[in-house]
């Protein structure tokens, strides 16, 4: 406390007492279940009900290449016969790496004693061993089942009794003239790096919150996409059997209505048509969040396009440069997705949110996600898993729709 004199008294006057002040803060927590995707974890173990892309079509080559996906370290590679194959990294034999192995007609060939094993892991030679390994038969590799499709190579890495069909989607399926498709692993609407250093639930929820693109892309970095994406809009969310849709209107000044619909489908499924306003109607891509593990991740696009390159071109430009291209003080002033995802932390502390009105997205999202790791702790199925291979392809709503 301070004192002043006034003759021979003494008064005294008090030091305000801060308020609100950091020290004390409890030490910040996050939701475990719904964003770790290890083995094992609630959500891992969803995720490991359904396919998910883990590579371009190109990636799995005669090079054994390196991934990483849901936090489990794998080789790809693709036998000279054209099998594309994905295999746990470790020899059965000694635990050497197949990444240095040597891909043959058959398999990869490991490169310590020189195991052969096909995209199924069996084991097929053993040369050190009399006859070539009598053996062979009892080793097996651990491996995951791959498909092709759209482009991209396709991993299920759950149950085997639980493995569904690999869906397809009518807006990649049905093409209007002109069109073809392309495939993209740039991390398209990610905002950033081809990885990004974050828990994928921090991109998943951004889907449902239509909100942050006015502040974010239209005013506070600059018009990031057109003009008409810094109308206010009146949102609404629906809960859909696979998804929460997202229904922006925004009244633009010659009158009409852009009525923007998007939608986030299980399980990491990105049903976004483009900011940018380049065509109307039904949406053009679908994009797929890969966890890497619980601290990064990378996204997937496959589009209908009319020029080659043109889904690349989707990608923002801040201050006329792409993310890579700019400086640290360019990032400081002009944020995109990517440093506000990044800088809620490596997972986002979710004790310290304060989720409004505008988040109702968000809740419903986590509540969705909720009923589908209770469906598969009670043994039943999540939504969307079909074992149907005559299964009528996925249809979206979403689009951009011009109203008069």
């Given at each position: 406390?301070?004192?002043?004199?006034?003759?021979?008294?003494?008064?005294?006057?008090?030091?305000?007492?801060?308020?609100?002040?950091?020290?004390?803060?409890?030490?910040?927590?996050?939701?475990?279940?719904?964003?770790?995707?290890?083995?094992?974890?609630?959500?891992?173990?969803?995720?490991?009900?359904?396919?998910?892309?883990?590579?371009?079509?190109?990636?799995?080559?005669?090079?054994?290449?390196?991934?990483?996906?849901?936090?489990?370290?794998?080789?790809?590679?693709?036998?000279?016969?054209?099998?594309?194959?994905?295999?746990?990294?470790?020899?059965?034999?000694?635990?050497?790496?197949?990444?240095?192995?040597?891909?043959?007609?058959?398999?990869?060939?490991?490169?310590?004693?020189?195991?052969?094993?096909?995209?199924?892991?069996?084991?097929?030679?053993?040369?050190?061993?009399?006859?070539?390994?009598?053996?062979?038969?009892?080793?097996?590799?651990?491996?995951?089942?791959?498909?092709?499709?759209?482009?991209?190579?396709?991993?299920?890495?759950?149950?085997?009794?639980?493995?569904?069909?690999?869906?397809?989607?009518?807006?990649?399926?049905?093409?209007?003239?002109?069109?073809?498709?392309?495939?993209?692993?740039?991390?398209?609407?990610?905002?950033?790096?081809?990885?990004?250093?974050?828990?994928?639930?921090?991109?998943?929820?951004?889907?449902?919150?239509?909100?942050?693109?006015?502040?974010?892309?239209?005013?506070?970095?600059?018009?990031q996409f057109v003009p008409?994406?810094?109308?206010?809009?009146?949102?609404?969310?629906?809960?859909?059997?696979?998804?929460?849709?997202?229904?922006?209107?925004?009244?633009?000044?010659?009158?009409?209505?852009?009525?923007?619909?998007?939608?986030?489908?299980?399980?990491?499924?990105?049903v976004i048509p483009s900011?940018?306003?380049?065509?109307?109607?039904?949406?053009?891509?679908?994009?797929?969040?890969?966890?890497?593990?619980?601290?990064?991740?990378?996204?997937?696009?496959?589009?209908?396009?009319?020029?080659?390159?043109?889904?690349?071109?989707?990608?923002?430009?801040?201050?006329?440069?792409?993310?890579?291209?700019?400086?640290?003080?360019?990032?400081?002033?002009?944020?995109?997705?990517?440093?506000?995802?990044?800088?809620?932390?490596?997972?986002?502390?979710?004790?310290?949110?304060?989720?409004?009105?505008?988040?109702?997205?968000?809740?419903?999202?986590?509540?969705?996600?909720?009923?589908?790791?209770?469906?598969?702790?009670?043994?039943?199925?999540?939504?969307?898993?079909?074992?149907?291979?005559?299964?009528?392809?996925?249809?979206?709503?979403?689009?951009?729709?011009?109203?008069?």
């Amino acid at each position: 406390m301070n004192t002043a004199s006034t003759g021979s008294a003494q008064r005294i006057i008090p030091i305000a007492q801060d308020t609100g002040t950091a020290y004390g803060r409890p030490a910040p927590t996050y939701m475990k279940e719904l964003a770790e995707v290890g083995p094992g974890t609630p959500m891992g173990e969803l995720l490991r009900r359904y396919w998910h892309p883990i590579g371009m079509k190109a990636d799995a080559n005669e090079t054994p290449r390196k991934i990483r996906v849901l936090g489990e370290d794998l080789i790809l590679f693709r036998d000279k016969t054209g099998r594309p194959g994905l295999l746990y990294p470790h020899c059965a034999h000694r635990g050497t790496s197949l990444y240095y192995g040597k891909v043959e007609d058959a398999g990869i060939r490991c490169c310590y004693h020189g195991w052969l094993f096909d995209v199924q892991g069996h084991c097929l030679e053993q040369p050190c061993e009399p006859g070539g390994g009598k053996r062979a038969d009892k080793a097996r590799q651990p491996w995951y089942p791959v498909q092709e499709l759209y482009g991209l190579i396709w991993a299920y890495m759950g149950p085997s009794d639980k493995k569904p069909t690999l869906p397809r989607y009518e807006c990649l399926d049905v093409l209007d003239e002109g069109e073809f498709l392309e495939s993209d692993d740039s991390s398209i609407g990610g905002g950033g790096p081809q990885i990004i250093p974050c828990n994928w639930l921090q991109h998943y929820e951004n889907l449902v919150d239509p909100f942050h693109v006015v502040i974010l892309h239209a005013t506070f970095s600059g018009t990031q996409f057109v003009p008409q994406m810094a109308v206010m809009p009146d949102v609404s969310w629906e809960t859909q059997p696979q998804s929460v849709r997202t229904i922006s209107l925004r009244k633009l000044p010659d009158g009409k209505t852009l009525r923007r619909i998007s939608e986030a489908g299980i399980p990491t499924l990105r049903v976004i048509p483009s900011p940018k306003l380049g065509r109307f109607g039904r949406v053009e891509s679908l994009g797929w969040v890969l966890p890497i593990d619980d601290h990064s991740f990378r996204i997937y696009v496959v589009g209908r396009v009319r020029e080659k390159g043109e889904l690349s071109r989707m990608r923002t430009r801040m201050n006329g440069k792409l993310w890579e291209e700019m400086t640290e003080a360019e990032h400081q002033q002009y944020p995109n997705d990517v440093e506000a995802m990044v800088s809620q932390g490596v997972i986002a502390k979710h004790s310290e949110e304060r989720l409004v009105s505008s988040d109702r997205g968000i809740a419903m999202l986590r509540r969705l996600l909720r009923d589908q790791l209770k469906a598969v702790e009670e043994g039943r199925d999540p939504a969307g898993v079909s074992f149907d291979p005559d299964a009528a392809p996925v249809q979206f709503t979403a689009g951009n729709f011009l109203v008069d």
